[in-house]
């Protein structure tokens, strides 16, 4: 049965079940047992959750507000009118709370509708973990500890940052190859939700992005890699166990970096779609559920302008290809273009 809302593409559900952060010799799930083992046995390990969650667990439990930018169809893959593919591991917060829980770990997969570059996939991984009890300066040292463990000779910084469900909010940025690259969002559990779960407080939270500390540990330059099942990737993490010590994480070695091509596409905007955001989401969904073979690296908004005249708005996005695997020729990509300017011509994008 497939609902009119539903959004969700058949390669979403063909990722679905890959458990990358079950799979203990692959650089997620190598990620998730160090963060594990680095954290202690105080918590309790929930990584089987299904990713399908309700609205009211993925956003109203949160305090998200019914009108947030997040619950639109351009950002979050939307099951039927009542479920969505979780977008963050909070979306178990509230009810483990409820449950009794106090301290607690949650890892699983992710689904997001987002932009299309080298630290963005629609599936990802978090572990999201939870200490009633904690302060604010015991969340903080916890989070910075996990981050000094990790990459002991990386700079790191923490900014002040927005969440809903939490506030005081942070945010944790390393600055890996001349760039600092978000890893972890985190605060103090809102009072609300503590006590809607009634649970006294206080309560720390912090949710980590599992690719992204991987592609910094293993210096993994592009977060496709993760998905690749080519041996020369998958054969690069045999033999590491539970517990390496991450000052001796093996750099990924690349067997061969080809070129990359691009190409721009132009078109006016429909009405509706101004807001950038709804159309780089749009755009890049596109271009994912046509590359199957997972060729585009990034789409980038390039050109923006509003025609004096007609107000019409135009926008033009590169596209960049290239694969891990080998040259590409003019012909497959030129096939994957056609397709995509067809796709955006059909869903009201005015080619030019
Ligand atoms: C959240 O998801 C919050 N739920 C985190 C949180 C938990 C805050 C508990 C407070 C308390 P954010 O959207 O910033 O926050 O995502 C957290 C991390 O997930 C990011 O820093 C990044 O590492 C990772 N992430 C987010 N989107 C993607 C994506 N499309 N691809 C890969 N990693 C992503
Ligand atoms: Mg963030």
Request: charged letters at 25%; hydrophobic letters at 40%.
């Amino acid at each position: 049965m497939t609902d009119k809302l539903n959004n969700i593409p058949g390669y979403i559900d063909r990722l679905r079940g890959r458990n990358l952060h079950l799979n203990q010799q692959h650089p997620v799930g190598l990620v998730k047992l160090t963060v594990e083992s680095w954290l202690g046995h105080g918590f309790e390990h929930f990584d089987r959750l299904d990713p399908v969650v309700s609205v009211a667990q993925n956003f109203d439990s949160l305090l998200i507000p019914p009108e947030h930018v997040c619950r639109r169809t351009s950002d979050t893959f939307w099951v039927d009118s009542d479920h969505v593919l979780r977008t963050h591991t909070s979306a178990h917060q509230a009810e483990l709370l409820a449950g009794g829980h106090r301290q607690f770990l949650i890892t699983g997969d992710c689904f997001r509708r987002d932009e299309i570059d080298a630290r963005h996939y629609p599936v990802f991984h978090q572990i999201e973990g939870v200490r009633v009890g904690g302060s604010a300066d015991d969340l903080l040292a916890t989070v910075t500890g996990l981050m000094g463990f990790l990459f002991p000779d990386c700079e790191s910084r923490v900014t002040d940052s927005y969440f809903p469900f939490t506030d005081p909010s942070w945010e944790i940025e390393i600055l890996h190859e001349g760039r600092w690259i978000e890893v972890l969002g985190c605060g103090m559990v809102h009072k609300q939700i503590l006590q809607n779960a009634v649970v006294e407080g206080p309560a720390w939270a912090f949710g980590v992005g599992l690719e992204r500390l991987a592609m910094i540990l293993f210096g993994i330059p592009d977060i496709r890699l993760m998905w690749s099942e080519d041996p020369r990737f998958s054969g690069q993490w045999i033999g590491l166990h539970a517990g390496f010590d991450p000052k001796q994480a093996p750099k990924f070695q690349p067997w061969s970096v080809f070129p990359a091509t691009t190409r721009d596409v132009t078109f006016w905007v429909p009405e509706a779609d101004i807001d950038p955001v709804i159309t780089i989401n749009n755009v890049a969904g596109i271009v994912r559920e046509i590359d199957l073979g997972g060729l585009v690296e990034s789409v980038e908004m390039v050109d923006q302008f509003r025609h004096p005249k007609t107000g019409r708005v135009s926008m033009s996005f590169r596209i960049q290809y290239r694969s891990w695997e080998r040259t590409l020729v003019n012909g497959e990509i030129n096939e994957i273009q056609t397709e995509i300017r067809s796709r955006l011509n059909g869903d009201g994008y005015v080619l030019r």
